[in-house]
Every structure is written in structure tokens, then in C-alpha cells.
């Protein structure tokens, strides 16, 4: 029997204010494939187990962390979510907008979720010389 994940179901999935609980193990499985893929612009994971693996971690090192979801389309076999995800980290606040692109598989559960985001802009721009340095590079590639 196939799983049809709708709109408001990503929506649930990708929404997380701060001070909110993240979703369970059961919960991440009854939307994802035993062997879906992970990729974001830090790491590559495969596996269920790996994938909710990831997720605690990125909880943990942080203070708190929220995912607030502007807009959600499912077309056939693909999904995309744009979010902003917000990190509190050591009393300072990291913004990081963002897209995810799903892919289901036949049995109608991701098999494959990929994030976009820009890590470097968010993480290293406000640092002191290293931010100005990360901007004349950026600019470097675009002029």
C-alpha cells in the first residue's frame, strides 16, 4: 500500500518553532524509506537511521533551533519545501533561508531529501575579517 504525503503533512514535518520539540524517530519513519539518501551542504547520509542521526545532532549542538515553512509544492514524484531555519548557538542567532527538494519513491515515502542553503554566508559573515573576506570572495565569483 502506498503513502501519499500531502502538503500539510511537509508542512508539519518542516515546521519547528523554538522551544518546540522536534519530531521522533517514529515520526521521521512513517515519511521516510529504510534507505533514503540525505544530502545538505555539510554531509551526506544514507539510511533512516543515519538520516534521524543527523538531526539529533544538529539539535544538540544547539541552544535551540526553529524551521519556519513559506511554501510547499508536490508535483508527481517531487516535493520542494522553502524554509528559513534559525540556530541559536552559544547566545548568538545563525538565519539560514533555504530549500529542500524531495524525491518519493513507489511506495510513496522519501527516498531522497536534499537541502539547498548557503552554510558559509550565514555562518562565517558576521566573524570579524573572515566575513569580509567570505563577502570579497563571494563577490569575486559574481563580478
Not at 118 to 133: A, E, M, Q, R
Request: glycine share 8%.
Amino acid at each position: 500500500m502506498s503513502k501519499v504525503i500531502t502538503i500539510e503533512d511537509l508542512q508539519e514535518l518542516f515546521t519547528k518553532p523554538y522551544g518546540g520539540a522536534a519530531p521522533t524517530k517514529q515520526k521521521w519513519a512513517e515519511f521516510y524509506n529504510d534507505d533514503v539518501i540525505f544530502i545538505d551542504p555539510t554531509q551526506e547520509t544514507n539510511g533512516l537511521d543515519s538520516y534521524i542521526e543527523a538531526q539529533e545532532k544538529l539539535v544538540k549542538r544547539c541552544d535551540d533551533l526553529y524551521i519556519e515553512t513559506h511554501a510547499i509544492a508536490i508535483n508527481g514524484e517531487f516535493g520542494f519545501v522553502e524554509w528559513t531555519m534559525g540556530l541559536k548557538i552559544m547566545g548568538k542567532t545563525f538565519i539560514y533561508p533555504g530549500t529542500t527538494r524531495l524525491i518519493f519513491s513507489e511506495n510513496g515515502l522519501i527516498k531522497e531529501h536534499r537541502d539547498y542553503f548557503d552554510f558559509c554566508g550565514p555562518t562565517f559573515g558576521p566573524v570579524p575579517i573572515l566575513g569580509s573576506f567570505l563577502r570579497w570572495l563571494y563577490a569575486r565569483f559574481v563580478s
